[in-house]
Structure formats: structure tokens, C-alpha cells
């Protein structure tokens, strides 16, 4: 009788730890409406993992496979596959997502990039203006799309900054290696990184619901940069900050035609002119548009315009 009552209270207390609760911030990816969760209470890594993400107007549950939550319009499907560009499928490769960190980003330094402490730094002087503290908490979080291992999200995870960070990747790969990264390098930061699957040309993210939005050198990796900018712009809410890195080439006139042969193989853009970046961002839809640069280096930030609350009701 007694171990009867003890089950059932402990029964009780974990329906209490489990609730349905509608974050608003992350979205279907088919209708983009906000989805409601059922799992444990808070936004962190444990608590995603072990929750079930359900969007009630296309009645479609994303469970989470203890690693990840996949977020993609793949997500649920098993034989569909996109046709996807070299560029793209080369992240997806375990062995790239294997070697990624220690290798293949060290590369990068040869390029000027400043290495990832340096980097996420620069970031946050702009990623910080972004941040209300009058806010509800899920609301003051951090984007990075195209995390890759999640070096830059380990960083931000660790500054005080944010009170969440949503480690966003299209290679299950990358996410899986990111996982695994986070339990080695333990510190008890890394349970503030929650960890989706998603595609930057359609973020599953609601609009007007995210404060900022990280992209470290992957602007050069995605199919189509200005969907995925036009994205981040519709994800952001008004004063929510972009910022973002990516390569410049080194010799711009020889590289002309290398840059389109490397293109066409690759079917991503490689690096960019800075031309070409500038008018991406300065035609985004975003304003305050800025720039650092060392060497192939370049950082870019843009803001989401704030809306004076008269020019709602247009008359
Ligand atoms: C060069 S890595 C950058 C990783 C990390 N942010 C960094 O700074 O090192 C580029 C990343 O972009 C991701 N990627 C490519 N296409 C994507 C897409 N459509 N949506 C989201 N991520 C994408 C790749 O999977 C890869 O992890």
C-alpha cells in the first residue's frame, strides 16, 4: 500500500515537472506558426532534448531525438531529399564534422580571421545592444545559424549575455559532433545551448520573435544568401541585431573568374565581393549597417528597423 502511494506521487510530481507551454519563438517550419511543447519546464538543453515540439495547425509533432530537434521541412520524412549544392552536402559528411574544429576553422586564421575567443567578442559589442532585461528570458536569446560544432555557441553560452542560445545547423553532422563537444567539454554553461535542426532559408523560428541572430562564416555556404537574409530579417524583432562573418577575396581582380568556376562546382558562393555584400545587406530590409574587417575577414551587423508606434495605424 504504501509503495502504491509513493508511486503515485512521484507520478504526480513528474506531471507537475512536465508541461504544455507555447514559447513563441520557435515555429513550424511548414506554416511558421509558433509551436507548443510538452516536456520539462525552461529553455535549456536537457529540457528541449527530453520535450516534443507540436504545431496544432498542420498537426505535426517534432520530437527531439535526444540530440537535436529537427526543425527542417525534412523533418518526419525519410525517403524525400532535396537536391542540395556540393557546398552543402560536404558539411552533412561525418568526417568534416570530425574535423572540423581542430582543423579545417584553424585553417581559417590564415585568412585573418582573429579565432573564435576574438570573434565572439567583436560579436557580442553589437549582439549586446540587442538584449532588454525587461523582457520575459526566452525572449532575450541568441540565434547562431549555421553553428557548425558549436565553438562560437560554447563562447556565447559562457557570457552572461544571453539567457539562452539556439545552436542551428542543417547538418545533423555538425549538430551530433556539437553534442558531443558539449558533454566533453563540460561546464555548466553548455546547458544554456539548445540545440535544432534548420534550414537558414526557412528559419523555423515565429516572426518579430527573435532578439539576435549569429552567423559565423557560413553567409558564403548557404544556397541562396538573400533568403536566408530576408529570413533573419522576418525572424528578428524590431531592434533585434544581425551580425554575421564571412571571407573577402584576397586578389580581387584574378579571382573573378576562379570565384565563378568555384561557384558553379560548388554551387555556394565560396567568399564574397565586397560590393556584392554591401548591396545584399544595404537592400535587406535592415538599417545601421557596419563593418569590421582584417585581411579576407569581414564581420558585417545590421539591425531590424524599430517601427514608431504611429505608423501602425496608417491612415
Ligand atoms: C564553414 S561552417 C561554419 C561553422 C561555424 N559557424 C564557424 O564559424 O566555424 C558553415 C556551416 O553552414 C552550414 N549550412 C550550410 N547550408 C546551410 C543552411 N541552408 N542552413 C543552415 N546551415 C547551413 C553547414 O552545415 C556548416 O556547418
Not at 143 to 165: E, M, N, P, Q, Y
Not at 175 to 201: F, M, T
Not at 287 to 309: E, G, H, N
Amino acid at each position: 500500500m504504501r509503495s502504491l502511494e509513493s508511486t503515485q506521487f512521484i507520478l504526480f510530481l513528474a506531471f507537475l515537472s512536465f508541461q504544455t507551454t507555447s514559447p513563441r519563438n520557435l515555429a513550424c517550419p511548414t506554416c511558421l506558426e509558433p509551436l507548443s511543447r510538452h516536456g520539462p519546464q525552461g529553455f535549456n538543453r536537457a529540457a528541449i532534448a527530453k520535450s516534443i515540439l507540436r504545431c496544432q495547425t498542420c498537426s505535426k509533432d517534432f520530437p527531439s531525438d535526444g540530440t537535436f530537434i529537427d526543425l527542417t521541412l525534412g523533418a518526419n520524412r525519410s525517403t524525400w531529399q532535396e537536391t542540395l549544392p556540393i557546398g552543402v552536402r560536404l558539411f552533412r559528411t561525418k568526417w568534416i564534422s570530425l574535423i572540423y574544429e581542430e582543423n579545417w576553422r584553424k585553417s581559417f586564421e590564415k585568412f585573418g580571421f582573429p579565432g573564435p575567443d576574438r570573434e565572439v567578442e567583436l560579436a557580442e559589442t553589437f549582439l549586446q545592444t540587442a538584449v532588454d532585461p525587461s523582457r520575459p528570458d526566452e525572449e532575450n536569446l541568441l540565434v547562431d545559424i549555421s553553428c557548425g560544432t558549436g565553438l562560437h555557441s560554447r563562447r556565447f553560452a559562457k557570457s552572461a549575455t544571453f539567457t539562452a542560445v539556439v545552436a542551428a545547423d542543417f547538418s545533423e553532422a555538425m549538430l551530433i559532433q556539437c553534442h558531443a563537444l558539449l558533454n566533453e567539454k563540460q561546464s555548466p554553461w553548455n546547458e544554456k545551448v539548445v540545440l535544432v535542426r534548420a534550414d537558414a532559408s526557412r528559419l523555423p523560428f515565429a516572426s518579430g520573435s527573435i532578439s539576435a541572430v549569429y552567423s559565423g562564416a557560413a553567409l558564403h555556404c548557404w544556397e541562396s544568401p538573400s533568403i536566408a537574409i530576408a529570413e533573419i530579417c522576418r525572424v528578428l524583432r524590431p531592434g533585434g541585431v544581425l551580425v554575421a562573418t564571412t571571407f573577402l577575396p584576397r586578389w580581387k581582380s584574378k579571382l573573378q573568374t576562379t570565384q565563378k568556376f568555384m561557384r558553379l562546382i560548388f554551387g555556394t558562393k565560396i567568399f564574397f565581393f565586397e560590393d556584392e555584400l554591401d548591396e545584399l545587406f544595404e537592400t535587406s530590409g535592415l538599417v545601421s549597417y557596419q563593418k569590421i574587417k582584417i585581411d579576407s575577414y569581414i564581420m558585417v551587423c545590421a539591425r531590424k528597423k524599430q517601427v514608431p508606434a504611429s505608423n501602425y495605424g496608417v491612415k
